[in-house]
């Protein structure tokens, strides 16, 4: 691809090289643009030896046309580290010098931002509210991180690391779902056993969640069913959240629009058995005596949509293992009529349930195996996401 990587002022403006170079190294071509501000915490110098291109930083250079000849030229252009003042002006078209001016001149779906600022400054309404608005258009954003920051606190508002960037690069943001309706489920799934009581599990829905507003991004229509959270809704208006309790209500709501889906990924940690009994009162102990719940299974939500999956329609399980891993998730691949599964690990540090992390491996049908190290589950689900969308399975 040809690339535009945009560098605005602020300290993280150091690392743009390191993400020119990630560039170049996979193959693209790349031209750097950089703010006036820009040039305080990185040279001129610097971008040009590293993307072999000039510098695009004076408007009026080449009669100032050059963010026209620019925007024909580039498939994506990626501003790193986009400061708040840069969203800002993209969020109202504000076009005052170079990059603003390319910005303003290129498609939504052909801009990501990598922001990096003080935690202050990401969580004032203003930057929430212009956040909103360009993810709306079908801008991509990846990051911030939480971390040490430059000015000696720890909080969110680090730039997502270069080579994360380089992954959302590849498929995100560039529209390529556009038009597409896609189904995702998340969180745990409660069986209830009476009024107070119920049967279920550790998951927090994170890993789900991220996969919707990653499918968003992509520029697709997202269907979330989840189970009980805390978690909000990601704030893109292309996602429609449906909120589940059993396992038996989630097998509804996803069979009502499985149909009308382009592909489903199910990360949903459903419950496989629930009590044969439910009592709608609180059961009172007796004395010292135990209690013994009778447990019946719950319908198979991957098997049920595998059995009705058609041709074009992709569909994606996950697999959470202790033993054997990769045998019981090829075995659960095949049983289940999947395009891919994703498998987790309990035994890896940082990933499964409740932490903001995730390491998994993903399965393809037709024997495609991708790894995608210790990351965020924000970048594990761009990484899941880029790779259903480019790979051969």
């Not at 020119?20 to 071509?29: I, N, Q, S, T």
């Not at 069986?191 to 919707?212: H, P, Q, T």
């Amino acid at each position: 691809m040809n690339i535009v990587v945009g560098i605005t002022g602020g300290i993280a403006a150091y690392k743009a090289p390191e993400v020119v170079r990630l560039l170049r190294r996979a193959g693209h071509a790349v031209r750097c643009a950089a703010t006036d501000h820009a040039l305080q915490f990185v040279t001129r110098v610097t971008l040009e030896t590293v993307s072999g291109a000039p510098l695009y930083n004076d408007l009026f250079a080449s009669g100032g046309t050059e963010h026209i000849s620019l925007r024909e030229w580039a498939d994506i252009v990626v501003v790193a580290p986009a400061t708040a003042n840069c969203i800002a002006k993209l969020a109202s078209g504000i076009a005052d010098d170079a990059l603003s001016t390319l910005l303003v001149a290129t498609e939504p779906h052909h801009v990501l931002l990598a922001p990096a600022m003080n935690s202050g400054m990401w969580r004032h309404p203003a930057t929430e509210r212009n956040v909103a608005i360009l993810r709306s258009w079908g801008v991509s954003v990846v990051g911030p991180e939480s971390g040490a920051l430059a000015c000696g606190t720890d909080g969110i508002g680090r730039m997502a690391d270069p080579a994360a960037i380089v992954s959302a690069i590849d498929g995100i943001g560039c529209g390529v779902l556009s038009s597409q309706r896609w189904l995702v489920t998340a969180g745990p799934t409660y069986e209830k056993i009476d009024s107070v009581r119920f049967i279920g599990n550790y998951s927090s829905g994170k890993m789900g969640f991220a996969l919707a507003e990653a499918l968003a991004e992509a520029g697709a229509d997202v269907d979330l069913v989840t189970g009980p959270t805390s978690l909000a809704i990601p704030s893109l208006p292309r996602i429609h959240r449906v909120d589940v309790e059993s396992a038996r209500e989630m097998l509804a709501a996803v069979e009502a629009v499985w149909g009308e889906c382009h592909g489903a990924i199910l990360s949903a940690a459903v419950a496989d058995y629930r009590p044969a009994e439910q009592a709608d009162h609180k059961i009172k102990k007796q004395g010292d005596e135990g209690l013994t719940l009778q447990l019946v299974q719950n319908p198979d939500i991957l098997a049920t949509l595998g059995r009705s999956k058609r041709e074009g329609q992709t569909l994606v399980g996950f697999a959470l293992e202790t033993d054997n891993e990769e045998a019981n998730a090829t075995a659960k691949l095949r049983k289940k009529n999947l395009d891919f599964i994703v498998l987790n690990s309990l035994r890896d540090a940082g990933a499964g349930f409740g932490v903001d992390t995730n390491k998994v491996t993903i399965l393809g049908a037709k024997g495609g195996r991708w790894e995608s190290g210790l990351m965020t589950k924000r970048e594990v689900a761009q990484t899941i996401v880029r790779v259903i969308m480019k790979a051969e399975v």
